[in-house]
């Protein structure tokens, strides 16, 4: 079995266009260089790459108790 990872900082809004976190984020890899905590539309219409995993990002949910489990990257 898989250790889980839970986000460690704080974050609540997505870094490109300030739409508030609900149960899904994005830590991943956009097409201007550098990383962001995106909402799911961002990274999957840009300026995210649409892609997870070593390199290009993670995927968090929002669990019952208020912490982002990594759940794909």
Known sequence: MQKQVFWAGQVSKCDTCGT???????DAKT????WACM?????????????TGLGLGQKY???DDGRWLKTEG
Do not use: L
């Open 20 to 26: 508030p976190f609900d149960k899904v984020f994005y």
């Open 31 to 34: 097409d201007r260089g550098p």
């Open 39 to 51: 909402c799911p539309s961002c990274q999957a219409f840009g300026p995210g790459i649409g892609k």
């Open 61 to 63: 949910e929002k669990q």
